[in-house]
């Protein structure tokens, strides 16, 4: 697991030339997907920023949610939807502090991240009363 300067250089290079599209526009229906572009990468960028601080710097999931001006409950499932920490995401989309846990050990080791458990128990259908 590596640093993730390198994608969150990325994502805020794409909003800032989104960014650049948009002040070119000539009229505001024009400009709007651009914005929305820019948007989204920031949003992306936030929520590599934050799994960057929490895995590389030790900052905790509080101090993270704080830091980009989020309640601590939101920022599990932002961090879940990262590069870095999905494969430690819990089956409800959320990473945890035991979570983070795991992954800064498995970097400290230099263990690859689990695979998704791609052996999920088939649905099943089940009578909900006897008829």
């Known amino acids: 697991m590596g640093t993730g300067r390198p994608e969150l250089d990325a994502l805020i290079g794409h909003a800032a030339a989104a960014i650049e599209r ?11 997907p651009h914005i929305t572009e820019a948007q989204e990468r920031i949003t992306q960028a936030v929520d590599e920023a934050m799994a960057a601080a929490v895995l590389e710097e030790g900052t ?11 309640s601590e409950n939101a920022v599990g499932p932002r961090l879940a939807r ?7 995401a819990s089956p409800e989309g959320r990473v945890t502090r ?17 695979q998704p458990d791609q052996s999920a128990a088939p649905l099943r259908f089940r009578r909900r009363r006897a008829t």
């Open 60 to 70: 905790s999931l509080r101090q993270a949610g704080q830091l980009a001006n989020l």
């Open 98 to 114: 035991a979570s983070v846990e795991r992954a800064r050990y498995d970097a400290e080791l230099g263990r690859p991240a689990p």
């Open 22 to 32: 948009a002040a070119a526009s000539t009229s505001a229906s024009d400009a709007l």
């Open 82 to 88: 990262t590069s870095r920490l999905m494969p430690y």
